[in-house]
């Protein structure tokens, strides 16, 4: 088979097993299936270390100014936890668009590398948070095989973690390897940011100050906010931001808080320069947006 015979296999297995459009979870946590079956509005969400395919129709990724489509038959890695727009570009009932998302391991993408035994990336080859290729023949497979393991009783826990693993190897070996090769490189800038930047995933709503982030990658203030700004495209005060309203804006949505007890529990202590950047980031007040997503049921994801 050819590439494309490939992509449509991996199509027809991922419709085989959603039925419907929408979000749809596997057996295996880190792994969801996507179908939309008309154009999405655009969406503020944050994408983790990911890799995500387009089987059929196609997507847009905006984000720090940068604009990435991501069409049929290619694969989008995101190799650090990043504030994106994304949207649905292409998609009908009749041609769904049709998506994977696979979740990967830091700590399996590590031994991996250490065991291939990999060159060190380029140091003056400038390193980008996404990038976009096109699906080779053996990824698709492996990404099939994953898929047809889920509904497999007998060798799924036993050929699960073989399969993720095949799909590191391809990835570190193929056009996204230069990316995972910066992230998986021990001693540079980047994994001592990495390391911040799972900091404040997990604790954003505290009070910090800059110095003591770049106290915590063991660089200076200026040094901290380059490398920062290189490897997620932001500044650290912007980063900090968009988690705090993103976390906001999902407290509202799913939980039914009001701003008032959304700003607080992020860590903001004036309400009122909270309303400011919410609207700022999302085109619209709190409350208003929020009445918008439930009046549209679209995910915040």
């Known amino acids: 088979m050819n590439t494309n015979q490939y ?46 395919v387009t089987i059929q129709g196609a997507k847009q990724i905006s984000y720090e100014g940068n604009i990435l489509p991501c069409s049929a038959g290619q694969s989008m890695l995101t190799t650090v936890d990043l504030p994106v727009i994304s949207h649905v570009t292409h998609a009908s009932r009749h041609n769904p668009f049709v998506a994977l998302v696979l979740k990967l391991d830091y700590t399996m993408l590590l031994q991996t590398a250490s065991e291939l035994n990999l060159d060190k990336p380029v140091r003056d080859i400038k390193y980008q948070p996404i990038s976009i290729h096109d699906l080779d023949s053996g990824l698709t497979d492996a990404l099939k095989r994953l898929i047809e393991l889920q509904s497999d009783n007998q060798f799924a826990k036993s050929l699960i973690p073989l399969v993720e693993k095949e799909i590191i190897i391809r990835l570190l070996q193929g056009p996204h390897g230069l990316q995972l090769r910066h992230l998986a490189s021990s001693g540079v800038p980047s994994s001592q940011i990495l390391k911040v930047v799972t900091w404040l995933k997990h604790n954003f709503a505290q009070t910090v100050e800059m110095d003591e982030l770049a106290e915590k990658a063991h660089m200076s203030g200026t040094t901290f906010r380059q490398h920062f700004k290189t490897l997620t495209g932001t500044s650290p005060l912007q980063y900090l931001k968009t988690l705090r309203l993103q976390e906001a804006r999902d407290q509202m949505l799913m939980n039914g808080l009001d701003a008032t007890q959304a700003s607080s529990m992020v860590g903001y202590e004036s309400a009122t320069q909270f309303s400011r950047e919410y609207s700022r980031l999302f085109g619209l007040p709190p409350q208003k947006d929020i009445q918008r997503l439930r009046k549209q049921q679209l995910p915040i994801r």
């Open 7 to 52: 992509i449509e296999t991996l199509r027809d297995s991922v419709l085989k097993h959603c039925k419907r459009e929408g979000d749809h979870a596997t057996a295996l946590p880190e792994l969801t299936l996507h179908i939309r079956n008309a154009p999405t509005e655009p969406l503020h969400c944050i994408y983790t270390l990911s890799l995500a």
